[in-house]
T-cell receptor, first 113, second 114 residues
Framework: DSGVTQTPKHLITATGQRVTLRCSPR?????VYWYQQSLDQGLQFLIQ???????AKGNILERFSAQQFPDLHSELNLSSLELGDSALYFC????????????FGQGTRLTVV | AQSVTQLDSQVPVFEEAPVELRCNYS??????LFWYVQYPNQGLQLLLK??????LVKGINGFEAEFNKSQTSFHLRKPSVHISDTAEYFC????????????FGAGTQVVVTP
């Protein structure tokens, strides 16, 4: 158990809909990262928050957004969903600025039908 | 920008045999290097990391990796695998001084058979 909790574990939704994925980092970790894992794109970095502020942005679509709340949990919002958004979405956390060592949750498997 | 190439998409190996997973990277800046493992239906777990110092890095579960700066490689090895080592292995890099975002390779699926 990494200490990072992601909910829900599975999500099935229709095209055009909006969903919210939730992540609770390990106790004491200030950084939260979101990654997308798909068969065609592999593991891709989406976005990072540190203590409530956005710190780095990767290949995140404009239809996607995220935030980190004062209690340090984070949410990833995916809107106007398309079939191609079906993937495993991971949240990871690290203590501070991060040297790349991160603790990953078990992921949320999103299926868009 | 950085890129990571894992040279083998799948590596079949017999139990108690050695295994080597190859990783090459390219980057215009100095990077930290990592190997993560993903067991079926689980998240990623850090196996080992290279930040600086000795180029031979030991990790969990008997794995080790060697950083070769001239060849820009970071190959992972285990002298004797177990059935439980069946998993997908990812090589990753992050630029030094960045905020720790990881650039992953495509992964190598290791299948250990008796």
């Amino acid at each position: 158990d990494s200490g990072v909790t992601q909910t829900p574990k599975h999500l099935i939704t229709a095209t055009g809909q909006r969903v919210t994925l939730r992540c609770s980092p390990r106790s004491g970790d200030l950084s939260v990262y979101w990654y997308q894992q798909s068969l065609d794109q592999g593991l891709q970095f989406l976005i990072q928050y540190y203590n409530g502020e956005e710190r780095a942005k990767g290949n995140i679509l404009e239809r996607f957004s995220a935030q980190q709340f004062p209690d340090l949990h984070s949410e990833l919002n995916l809107s106007s969903l398309e079939l191609g958004d079906s993937a495993l979405y991971f949240c990871a956390s690290s203590v501070a600025r991060g040297d790349g060592e991160a603790f990953f949750g078990q992921g949320t498997r999103l299926t868009v039908v | 920008a950085q890129s990571v190439t894992q040279l083998d998409s799948q590596v079949p190996v017999f139990e108690e045999a050695p295994v080597e997973l190859r990783c090459n990277y390219s980057s215009s800046v100095s990077v930290y290097l990592f190997w993560y493992v993903q067991y079926p239906n689980q998240g990623l777990q850090l196996l080992l990391k290279y930040l600086s110092g000795s180029t031979l890095v030991k990790g969990i579960n008997g794995f080790e990796a060697e950083f070769n700066k001239s060849q820009t490689s970071f190959h992972l090895r285990k002298p004797s695998v177990h059935i439980s080592d069946t998993a997908e292995y990812f090589c990753a890099v992050t630029p030094k001084g960045s905020w720790g975002k990881l650039q992953f390779g495509a992964g190598t699926q290791v299948v250990v058979t008796p």
